[in-house]
C-alpha cells in the first residue's frame, strides 16, 4: 500500500526525526563524554596505584639490597678474622687471639672468649698442659698467664715501695735487693 505524504508533512516529519536524532546524539554524547571521564578516573587511580606498588617495590629492594651489603660486610669481616688464623694453620703455625672480653659487676670480674688452632694445642699439651677437652687445657694455660703477670706486677710494686726482694742462697743466707 502506498501512503502519499505532503510536502508539508513531509518537513515536518523529517524535522522530528532530526530533532530526536541529535536529542539521541547529544544523549549519547554525553553518555561517551561521560564514560571517557570515568574511564581517566579509572587511568588516575591505576597509575597512583602502579606508582605506590613502583615505591614499595623500591623500597622493599632497597633493603635486601642494604642486607646484603651487610651480609658481605660480615662476611668479609669474618674473612678478615679468620685470616690470620687460617695462614698460621697453614704454615703449621701455633695461633690464639682474643674473640670477646665481658665485663661484669663492674671491672673486677669478667671473661675471655680465645680461638685457637690445633698447632696451639699441640704446642700447650707439649708444654705439659693437658686437660680432657681442649678447652680445658687453654683454661690451664690462661690462668698460668694471669698468675705470671699477677706475680710480675706484685715485684714491680714492690720494687716501686722500695721493698727489697729477698732470694734465697745456699747455706741459709738471704740476698736483698
Known amino acids: 500500500m502506498w501512503k502519499f505524504e505532503t510536502p508539508w508533512a513531509k518537513a515536518a516529519r523529517l524535522e522530528e526525526e532530526a530533532v530526536i536524532a541529535k536529542s539521541k546524539a547529544k544523549m549519547e554524547s554525553k553518555r561517551t563524554e561521560k564514560l571517557e571521564e570515568d574511564f581517566q578516573r579509572l587511568l588516575e587511580k591505576a597509575q597512583a596505584f602502579a606508582d605506590a606498588e613502583q615505591e614499595r617495590l623500591n623500597a622493599e629492594q632497597a633493603i635486601v639490597d642494604e642486607e646484603q651489603r651487610l651480609e658481605k660486610l660480615v662476611a668479609d669481616e669474618d674473612a678478615r678474622k ?15 687471639t682474643v674473640t670477646q672480653i665481658d665485663v661484669t659487676e663492674g671491672v673486677q670480674n669478667g671473661n675471655f672468649a680465645f680461638d685457637w688452632n690445633e698447632y696451639f694445642i699441640k704446642e700447650l699439651h707439649a708444654g705439659g698442659y693437658v686437660g680432657v677437652s681442649d678447652e680445658q687445657a687453654v683454661e690451664q694455660w690462661f690462668r698460668d698467664v694471669c698468675k705470671y703477670v699477677l706475680a710480675e706486677a706484685y715485684e714491680q710494686s714492690t720494687a716501686d715501695l722500695g721493698i727489697p726482694a729477698v732470694e734465697e742462697l745456699t747455706d741459709g743466707r738471704k740476698s736483698y735487693s
Not at 695462614?87 to 695461633?95: G, I, M, P, R, V
Open 82 to 96: 679468620n685470616a690470620a688464623k687460617n695462614l698460621a694453620t697453614k704454615n703449621e703455625e701455633s695461633y690464639i
